[in-house]
């Protein structure tokens, strides 16, 4: 691939892939060695036919090696940042609310099976479905399916680990 063509695809595709990778890895600075990486494969190849869902499928298998390798390492990176957030400000109901209700959401995406987790999250990347269809090697009629099937399973988890959590903190309350 010549330079022009890769600045065009980086210029065009950096962000939202980025944007995706965070999503997955809860590390921005993780999520833009990796759309390094994704880049730096693009202009090894001679010709990309189907540009965005190329580069987010070698995104995807890119992760799923590192997360094999490093599993460890995002815990870890993740614990610090939280850390470091709670050290530097101190939180407000509003802000402590909001933080659960991310939490229970992570929760219940990291829940999914990782088809369900990643077709939601390429689609809310703005990919159509022949772009996650051929990212995550699915025939294209099965994609509204999968969609449609991952956001019931992501209610209903999310519901479950809302209920759970209200049964929690709140079981002391309860009538006898």
């Known amino acids: 691939m010549r330079d022009d063509e890769l600045e065009r695809l980086f210029h065009l595709y950096h962000t939202p ?9 809860g590390d921005r600075d993780w999520a833009e060695e990796v759309a390094q990486e994704t880049f730096l494969r693009a202009l090894r190849q001679e010709r990309l036919t189907s ?7 070698v995104a995807t ?8 390798k490093d599993e460890r390492r995002r815990r870890h990176l993740q ?19 909001r933080a659960r209700e991310r939490a229970l959401a992570r929760r219940a ?33 099965s ?10 399973r992501l209610a209903e988890s999310y519901e479950a680990l809302q ?12 009538a006898s």
């Open 143 to 152: 994609i509204g399916t999968t969609l449609a099937r991952a956001r019931r």
């Open 17 to 25: 892939l980025v944007r995706y990778l965070t999503r997955r890895l």
């Open 79 to 97: 614990l610090l940042a939280d850390e470091e957030r709670d050290r530097v400000e101190e939180p407000t109901t509003d802000d402590v609310d």
């Open 109 to 141: 995406v990291d829940g999914l099976a990782e088809k369900d987790r990643l077709a939601l999250l390429m689609k809310e990347e703005g990919l159509n479905y022949g772009e996650i269809a051929e990212a995550l090697g699915l025939s294209i009629g």
């Open 51 to 57: 540009e965005r869902s190329w580069l987010f499928a």
């Open 163 to 174: 209920a759970a959590e209200a049964g929690g903190a709140g079981g002391s309350h309860a």
């Open 61 to 68: 298998n890119l992760v799923r090696d590192e997360a094999r």
